[in-house]
């Protein structure tokens, strides 16, 4: 199982990214991804999650309205299309698969790509 981060940056309040997250290794069209972040001083927090089919989705009260996750099955990548950004979203961003609900445990993640959010 392996799984890329890319297009993270930096961007002013207010500003947009797109994340992408390429994934090998497993068949991809079958398993639920989700995208986790930590922030500078803290721990994992869970972002948003998308079934495997790519309809159902789930996000946490604090990215609610502002981003965005959306898969493509045929090329194995998952996105989250960050909007509005906060300074507090400064974080380091990774893709996962298998995690526990609460991210006690996070079977396989990325490298992480790095989002700030700065003036």
């Known amino acids: 199982v392996k799984l890329v981060e890319s297009g993270g940056g930096l961007v002013q309040p207010g500003g947009s990214l797109r994340l992408s997250c390429a994934a090998s290794?497993?068949?991809?069209?079958?398993?639920?991804i989700c995208w986790v972040r930590q922030a500078p001083g803290k721990g994992l927090e869970w972002v948003s999650s998308?079934?495997?089919?790519?309809?159902?989705?789930k996000y946490s009260d604090s990215v609610k309205g502002r981003f965005t996750i959306s898969r493509d099955n045929a090329k194995n990548t998952l996105y989250l299309q960050l909007n509005n950004l906060k300074i507090e979203d400064t974080a380091m961003y990774y893709c996962?698969?298998?995690?526990?609900?609460?991210?006690?445990?996070?079977?396989?993640r990325g490298q992480g790509t790095q989002v700030t959010v700065s003036s």
């Open positions: 996962a698969r298998d995690w526990g609900e609460a991210v006690e445990y996070i079977i396989y």
């Open positions: 290794g497993f068949r991809f069209s079958d398993y639920s």
């Open positions: 998308i079934k495997a089919e790519g309809r159902r989705t």
